[in-house]
């Protein structure tokens, strides 16, 4: 919606003030500039409290009637309503002569704002993840002397919310104290739930032991787990460690949690104390035994004079008994 409320400007003459009068309100108009919207119309009269004048000779710098004809000048002491039709800054002068043959020289700078509201782009109902929050933008156009007023009281382009609701917002364009133009609009925001995710308390397995974890969540969920990026509600797991699950919804909502299998299985480490490798697929290779994986892993074999006859980094590798060969 917008609003026409014509301004009424009163030019004093013999060292008197500029007064307006807007909706009804009488104001002391002290200011050497007058702003005003495009297509708004003033009303200039001049009033004079010492002598008697009996001349006036107005000039209204691009100055239109209420048709949108040129009305650039008048001789009355109340011309009718003078009109701007095109943005810009532009120059009022009045030449008061009295009956004693003096002549007074007043002006007024007349600014006068472009309008209608330019285009925005206001955002659809939208909504956030519970504990999050989120910002509210208006896609507005930069414009001079654009005013915004929402109903948090904020006075910006964009907000921040933190709970559901309707939030609106009153776009104003203002010349002075002259509106030019008013948009109001409204979005709902809604909270949107996160998703439920639970793996318990940690846990006690021995390696090999196959445990099963359960995401839960519900349909359309979509699971991130670590270490290993499996993407399935459940896993199986056979190793001591930290595993760590994300449940991501439809809303983009997310949660997360951790759960730590801990080993509760001694360990041990067998190494044989003889082999014979004559190739018949029995004991043909010096290795190790073992109920665990470890982290980091090297196998070194010396003889009695303390040289190294073999070595390894791979935790399935044994040797052949065979050296230099």
């Known amino acids: ?31 050497d500039t007058l702003f005003i919207c495009k297509t708004h119309g003033i009303k200039y009269q001049n009033i004079t409290t010492a002598g008697k ?17 040129s009305f ?3 001789t009355d002491s ?5 009109f701007y039709n095109t943005a810009g800054i532009f120059l009022t002068t009045i030449k008061t002569t009295f009956s004693t043959g003096a002549d007074s020289f007043d002006q007024v700078i007349v600014v006068v704002r472009d309008w209608p509201m330019p285009k925005f782009y206001f955002p659809d109902d939208t909504g956030f993840c519970a ?5 509210i933008t208006l896609n507005t156009t930069a414009f001079p002397n654009l005013n915004y007023l929402w ?4 006075a910006t382009r964009s907000i921040s919310v933190n709970s559901a609701g309707t939030y609106s917002v009153i776009l104003t364009i203002q010349a002075g104290t002259d509106i030019c133009e008013t948009v109001y609009d409204t979005v709902d925001v809604t909270t949107y739930p996160s998703p439920s995710v639970n793996l318990g308390p940690d846990k006690f397995m021995c390696q090999n032991q196959v445990i099963v974890l359960n995401a839960g969540g519900g349909a359309g969920d979509v699971y991130l787990w670590q270490p290993d990026n499996e993407v399935t509600k459940t896993i199986n797991v056979s190793m001591p460690g930290i595993y760590k699950v994300r449940v991501t919804n439809a809303d983009g909502c997310f949660a997360e949690d ?24 029995l004991n043909d290779l010096f290795t190790k035994v073992w109920n665990f994986k470890p982290k980091e892993y090297t196998f070194r074999i010396f003889n009695r004079w303390g040289e190294l006859l073999y070595e390894t980094n791979d935790i399935n590798a044994g040797w052949d008994c065979k050296f230099n060969s």
Do not use: R
């Open 78 to 82: 109340a011309p009718i309503p003078v």
């Open 53 to 69: 004048a009996v001349a006036w000779l107005w000039n209204f710098q691009s100055g239109s009637d209420s048709t949108g004809a």
């Open 1 to 31: 919606m917008k609003m026409n409320n014509n301004i009424f400007v009163y030019l004093k003459t013999v060292l008197l003030l500029f007064s307006i009068v807007l909706s009804n309100e009488l104001f002391s108009f002290d200011k």
């Open 151 to 154: 109903n948090t009281g904020a």
């Open 72 to 74: 650039t000048s008048s």
């Open 131 to 135: 504990g999050a929050g989120m910002q």
């Open 258 to 281: 951790e759960v730590e299998m801990l080993d509760s299985c001694p360990h041990y480490v067998f190494v044989p104390n003889a082999v014979s490798p004559n190739e018949d697929l």
